[in-house]
């Protein structure tokens, strides 16, 4: 099994776990981010009216589909990382790490084929977070639907295309927030303990998260269908639409659940991720010799 391999294996398993622990955060703020009124709530709040209507259960809506596109986004970025890393390596002579220019390269290139090609899921898993909410303003629908029926449902109401919805955002999320979390743990030096790799992962996603939540509010919002998000023309004109119509607070709703559940996320996968790659290499490398 090739380097690249295990990194994208780790690198899935290690998503899987923080999604399953950090999910209901997920969740809250997804909602809140599609959420157009002008009411504020706390997490806490959150929590407990969606218990009250749907059940502890509620929280986990989406969870099916959101374990299949961690495990694909970050095994698909892990691979393409590590494809493109070796590629660079292999054409020139020198040092083995990567420049400030050739990483932020890599990392583009593994963001926008992770992008392109886990999407669709994102699409699904964000329907049915919001699926029990009502679509604009309309009453709540109380049945849950499964990923294959969710699937099966946008792609009759809206067309293969809907499955695409909101990739600009995703986009510039990707070559932003992606590349400073995994892209620093993929360059970073080995001597670095789980520890140190847990509080570089929170850091960094700290940063990211808080600098670019405005794009993930009109991601969201394009990927749940919402009607008024389907108006906006561009990303820019999501973000233009939303201050207008809701101000400075309509950019930022949700962020607080976000920001808890992207800094435990990335930490976890930061420290899970490294540690399975070592797990399984240690593993393989015995059986590739005998």
Excluded: C
Excluded at 59 to 76: D, E, P, R
Excluded at 80 to 105: Q, W
Aim: aromatic residues 8%.
């Amino acid at each position: 099994m090739s380097d690249s391999a295990i990194h994208a294996i780790a690198g899935a398993a290690g998503g899987i776990v923080a999604m399953t622990a950090t999910y209901p955060l997920i969740f809250i703020s997804t909602r809140a981010a599609v959420e157009t009124k002008n009411e504020q709530k706390s997490t806490y709040q959150a929590v407990l009216d969606i218990i009250k209507r749907e059940g502890i259960l509620g929280l986990y809506s989406g969870l099916n589909s959101s374990l299949l596109g961690i495990a694909i986004t970050n095994g698909v970025y892990y691979y393409f990382y590590e494809r493109s890393r070796e590629a660079i390596l292999r054409s020139r002579s020198g040092s083995k790490a990567l420049s400030t220019v050739e990483s932020m390269l890599t990392g583009m290139i593994a963001g926008s084929a992770t992008t392109l090609i886990s999407n669709p899921i994102w699409v699904v898993q964000t329907s049915q977070a919001v699926r029990t909410m009502g679509p604009d303003s309309q009453p709540p629908v109380s049945k849950k639907l499964g990923f294959l029926e969710t699937l099966q449902s946008i792609l009759a109401k809206d067309g293969i295309g809907a499955f695409w919805r909101g990739i600009g955002p995703a986009l510039v999320l990707k070559r932003t927030a992606k590349l400073r979390a995994a892209g620093a743990a993929a360059t970073a030096v080995a001597v670095l303990s789980d520890l140190d790799f847990f509080f570089l992962g929170a850091f960094s996603k700290l940063i990211a998260t808080s600098a670019t939540y405005p794009y993930i509010v009109v991601k969201s919002r394009l990927q749940a269908g919402s009607i008024n998000a389907l108006k906006y023309k561009s990303s820019m004109d999501g973000l233009l639409t939303i201050l207008q119509e809701e101000g400075v607070e309509g950019l930022y709703k949700g962020i607080g659940s976000k920001v808890v559940q992207s800094v435990l996320t990335a930490a976890i996968l930061f420290a899970g991720q490294r540690r399975i790659y070592e797990i399984t290499k240690a593993a393989i490398i015995p059986v590739s010799k005998a």
